[in-house]
């Protein structure tokens, strides 16, 4: 397929867009911002919820649509409305927080577009990996007194989980009990594991979007570097790893782009959306 052929583009976030240092570069803000004049979408498709990327979609007014929270919230900025919707089964969230009680694990339950956590976590990011996101976390972090608590006197819907670990043991430990029940399981970041609806995941939210634009899957491009991510380039007509991904990531990939410090999303969308 020649490059007029791709009407869309679906970029993973964290590690592939941003950079090390959660920026968005000169060159792929051009890139964007010219391909949606042109009438193609780009699609930021991501592990975050609505409320952790307000400040990157202010830079883009004319982005339409989001993939968000792994697959579960697919989504029309211009109408504030969601497209598909797929939380977490009750039952099932009360089963993962049995399986994490006793551990100290900083668990997130995305409610409503927003991230719900424990306050007293908020002194302990860097303890979980989370140093760098300590501005994100602060900025769009719904603070309660406990989170099993508030959700057991006000069950919410969620659309997905969260758990960040100290270390491999837990991770472990949580992981043998959590991987028993009829989950969508991933990564996107190293100690993380994300947790979605069995049906949930970012190729299956890609493949809802596209539907609703009546657009082709072989006029898409996926472009990821981490395991929440493969589905996402499964479906995609062309699927783009870039140069820091995981092996699993690149040995789905069509073509293997620059790392994310090296504007490798921005490569991709140059050549093959403009």
Do not use: W
Not at 56 to 67: E, G, N, R
Not at 82 to 101: K, W
């Amino acid at each position: 397929m020649n490059k007029q052929e791709y009407m869309l583009i679906a970029l993973d976030m964290d590690g592939t867009l941003l950079n090390s240092r959660q920026e968005i570069t000169p060159r792929a803000r051009r890139a964007i911002e010219e391909i949606l004049r042109q009438g193609k979408q780009v699609v930021f498709s991501t592990g975050r919820c609505i409320g952790e990327m307000e400040a990157y979609l202010d830079a883009f007014p004319s982005m339409q649509y989001l993939v968000c929270e792994s697959g579960a919230c697919v989504y029309d900025l211009r109408k504030k409305e969601h497209i598909a919707r797929i939380p977490l089964p009750p039952g099932q969230v009360l089963e993962v927080m049995e399986c994490v009680e006793g551990e100290d694990i900083l668990t997130s339950f995305f409610m409503g577009n927003r991230p719900f956590m424990d306050s007293g976590y908020m002194q302990r990011l860097g303890e979980f990996g989370l140093g760098e996101f300590d501005r994100v976390f602060r900025q769009s972090v719904v603070r309660v007194d406990s989170l099993f608590s508030f959700y057991r006197e006000k069950p919410l819907e969620v659309e997905k989980i969260n758990l960040f670990f100290r270390d491999d043991g837990s991770r472990r430990r949580t992981l043998e009990k959590i991987s028993r029940l009829p989950l969508s399981l991933a990564s996107s970041l190293a100690g993380n594991l994300e947790i979605n609806a069995r049906e949930a995941n970012k190729g299956e939210g890609l493949k809802l979007l596209c539907r609703h634009l009546k657009l082709p899957m072989e006029s898409v491009i996926a472009v990821g570097d981490n395991s929440n991510d493969v589905e996402m380039l499964r479906a995609a007509g062309l699927p783009v790893a870039v140069g820091n991904a995981v092996p699993a990531v690149k040995a789905l990939a069509k073509e293997i782009t620059d790392d994310c410090d090296h504007d490798g999303a921005a490569i991709i969308m140059e050549k093959y959306m403009l």
